[in-house]
């Protein structure tokens, strides 16, 4: 089968992901699919056989197009996708809700990557034992950075969401959004350098790298900021780094152990009674969270960082 080589690879890669519906529509076609031609010979055939490669590749197609047309497909898609926007519509009440209790919010990125890993590279070269292992520590070295940020910070966490993702480069690797009460913490790049240095350092000992992405050249134009409950670009800010870590996955999906999950945020904690301290002078900024949604979203007139960046010049 002229396919025999991107079916392999794709059966490899499934093994640590889930594949979508469509995909896995198109790759049972193609298992199915009995070719007389490699598309490295069809420019030898003679025009005796263009004809019969013609229709072959044809009735190809039209299996495929059927099978991506079927009954129940669309909802299979959305169902795949499904989580990760409610994933984003939970992170953005909890951001949301987190300008109810504190007035500003310092806007924090924080990456974090192993140092020397045993491994780095196509994941289906992993074994699932190699697998399970690398998903296991990434687990136990997130409960400990999120057990300083909650010992450390205490009510002046207004919220934090994570999310592990496996790079070519540098394997399992973990990306952090973090709220912090902006009255008390305001200096943007000081204080997630204090985190990253501390998790570095003390937490982890050397066993991997923290990126201060708050630190990078032009991010505090890009939202990585203090801000106000009522500034009109709040939710765009908030909605384009919420989209970064729930981002849908259109083609496959880490396939973690059982009772594993790759995203997880803070609980939404709404305020009880009245608000403590003197009253607000201004509304509270008031913004749809998905129309704010990040381009990562695929709907036409969402955000990018770029767009983002021109908004708040």
């Not at 913490?185 to 201060?212: C, F, M, S």
């Not at 608000?275 to 129309?291: E, L, N, Q």
Request: proline content about 3%.
């Amino acid at each position: 089968m002229f396919l025999n080589v991107h079916l392999e690879r794709l059966r490899d890669i499934s093994s640590h992901h889930r594949l979508t519906p469509t995909i896995e529509a198109l790759v049972d076609v193609a298992n199915n699919f009995n070719s007389n031609f490699e598309p490295s010979s069809l420019k030898y055939i003679d025009n005796s056989e263009i004809d019969a490669a013609v229709t072959e590749f044809n009735d190809l197609a039209l299996k495929m197009r059927n099978a991506l047309l079927a009954t129940g497909m669309r909802e299979r898609v959305k169902s795949f996708r499904r989580n990760c926007t409610r994933n984003y519509r939970h992170l953005m009440t909890v951001m949301r809700a987190a300008h109810e209790r504190h007035s500003k919010i310092l806007l924090i990125r924080l990456d974090w990557t192993e140092k020397d890993v045993d491994f780095s590279g196509p994941i289906e070269r992993l074994s699932q034992a190699e697998f399970d292992a690398g998903a296991l520590r990434m687990a136990g070295i997130r409960d400990k950075m999120l057990r300083h940020l909650k010992q450390h910070f205490k009510s002046d966490l207004s919220f934090y969401a994570w999310k592990f993702e496996w790079g070519f480069q540098g394997g399992f690797h973990i990306h952090w959004v973090i709220g912090l009460n902006g009255s008390k913490y305001q200096d943007r790049i000081g204080v997630p350098l204090l985190i990253a240095e501390h998790w570095n350092e003390v937490l982890l000992k050397g066993q991997g790298h923290t990126q201060n992405v708050n630190g990078m050249p032009g991010k505090d134009q890009a939202g990585l900021t203090v801000w106000h409950y009522s500034d009109s670009k709040v939710g765009k800010a908030f909605g384009l780094f919420a989209d970064y870590l729930t981002k849908i996955d259109y083609t496959l999906k880490l396939r973690l152990p059982k009772g594993m999950r790759s995203f997880g945020c803070s609980k939404l904690v709404r305020r009880t009674g009245c608000k403590t301290g003197p009253g607000r002078i201004h509304p509270m900024s008031a913004y749809d969270i998905d129309t704010v949604r990040g381009q990562r979203g695929r709907v036409k007139g969402r955000l990018t960082l770029n767009s983002l960046t021109k908004e708040l010049q």
